[in-house]
């Protein structure tokens, strides 16, 4: 299986566990962020050993995640969805930065 398969794949799986009859809930920007971190929803980068692995991992949640987003919420006007884009990029920024901290830190301890 290539890796657009998988990614695929990945969003079937984590959309299917997901109730798409609940919407017009905006995500908490701070929940999305350790979710995102703790590896929420599985994706094919985590299988990865490259060093840029996590930070494509985490690309890949974000991308998951959103489209989900979109499809719960189709039924919501733009500016919510709009509003609910942002607050998943701006987790993903934060999960990135936080991912590099860490690994900085890693380092200079390490």
Same mark, same amino acid.
């Given at each position: 299986m290539d890796d657009k398969d998988r990614f695929i794949k990945a969003y079937h799986d984590f959309r299917n566990s997901v109730d798409l009859n609940k919407s017009g809930v905006l995500p908490d920007l701070e929940n999305l962020v350790w979710y995102?971190?703790? !590896?929420v929803?599985?994706?094919p980068a985590?299988?990865?050993s490259a060093?840029?692995?996590p930070a494509e991992a985490i690309e890949q949640r974000v991308s998951i995640l959103k489209a989900v987003f979109v499809e719960a919420n189709r039924n919501q006007n733009e500016e919510f969805i709009d509003e609910g884009l942002r607050?998943?990029?701006q987790a !993903?920024?934060?999960a990135k930065a936080l991912l590099k901290e860490n690994s900085r830190d890693t380092v200079i301890q390490g």
């Open positions: 995102i971190l703790m !590896g929803p599985p994706v985590d299988q990865e060093e840029d692995a607050r998943y990029d !993903g920024k934060m």
